[in-house]
């Protein structure tokens, strides 16, 4: 036990909520997400559901690292659209 956290922090530090997986349906609508919103984080925070517009961001950059290392990735075809520009991006162009 560090002798330097007060009892009030130790509470904060055990009542923080672990870092949770993201499920399949999670993954699903981001991927989808993306490909319809480029890079609104906000859309797609909005899609997602449930997630912080910060854990969005920091999935978008773990699955970056994830489809750079794997491209053949089933879901790999957006690693275009996360490393481009932060604007709107459409599929239908």
Do not use: C
Request: aromatic share 8%; glycine share 6%; no cysteine.
């Amino acid at each position: 036990m560090n002798p330097h956290v007060e009892g009030a922090d130790i509470l904060s530090i055990l009542e923080t909520p672990k870092l949770s997986k993201w499920s399949d349906e999670e993954h699903h609508n981001f991927v989808n997400a993306v490909r319809l919103y480029g890079k609104d984080f906000t859309k797609i925070t909005e899609a997602v559901g449930g997630r912080s517009k910060h854990k969005v961001q920091n999935y978008a950059h773990n699955l970056k690292q994830r489809f750079f290392l794997n491209p053949e990735h089933e879901d790999a075809d957006i690693l275009p659209i996360l490393e481009g520009p932060a604007q709107t991006y459409n599929a239908n162009k």
